[in-house]
């Protein structure tokens, strides 16, 4: 009796267990899964990021408070692409890229941070003094990567896309740089959810780029603005020799 009992107490924790890994997003073990994006921010990063990865087949959510601007972009980047709000699109994707002035996070958390509790987000903004005052000085005390997470702190967050200008992005995403001399354009990314760091890494790729892992979200001050870290059109390999990591 006591054997029977151990068997179907067994046989239930293996169903349950089975029951939890298929629920698991399958983009988070399958780089070549197509997802739902939510884009926070349509500027010309979020643009720039979210038109590269509609090309390659994922579905992109652009959001703004009023979506009927958007129009125009949507139409120009077809069925893949839609607009909404930035609630809509938070619940819209699987995954969610903020690409918003730095200024606008403290009010921007307060608006969507809980909804962004248990997703992964990447984030791509930059401090700058003038734009952002007291938020910079906050960045430069705490970090860009510490500051971000203190405002989506539900979020399994992820710094990408913040190290160079959208104008290289367009012209060395996608197909732009298949053909370049030694590989493809590197994109630093930063993460403490491993999981989160393998679908950025994912959604570098889908983009046309090579993903560099620098390590934990504290290490995105490796390549923030102003760092020597930022602003390098490289290959993977340069990136890592630059930012001394292991190849």
Known sequence: ?????????????????????????????????????????????????????VKDGHEVMFASRHPETLAPLVSELGPGAKAGTPEEAIKFGDAVFI?????????????????????????????????????????QANGIGATSAKYFSGAKLV????????????????????????GRMAIPIAGDDPDALKVAAGLVR????????VGPIKDADKFA????????????????????LAK
């Open 206 to 213: 889908d983009a046309g780029f090579d993903p560099v892992v």
């Open 1 to 53: 009796m006591r054997s029977d009992r151990f068997t179907r107490r067994t046989a239930l924790a293996l169903a349950v267990g089975l029951s939890l890994a298929s629920a698991a997003p399958a983009f988070a073990q399958d780089g070549a899964t197509k997802i739902r994006i939510g884009v926070i921010g349509a500027g010309n990063i979020g643009g720039t990021i979210g038109a590269l990865w």
């Open 99 to 139: 690409a918003v002035p730095y200024k606008a996070y403290p009010d921007l958390s307060k608006e969507i941070g809980p909804s962004l509790n248990g997703k992964i987000v990447l984030d791509a903004g930059n401090a700058t003094q003038k734009r952002d005052g007291a938020l910079y000085d906050e960045v």
């Open 225 to 244: 603005m102003g760092s020597p870290g930022f602003g390098h059109d490289v290959t993977a390999a340069e990136l890592r020799e630059k930012l001394g």
């Open 159 to 182: 710094r990408a896309f913040n190290a160079a200008n959208y104008k290289v992005f367009a012209k060395e995403g996608a197909d732009g740089g298949k053909d370049r001399a030694g």
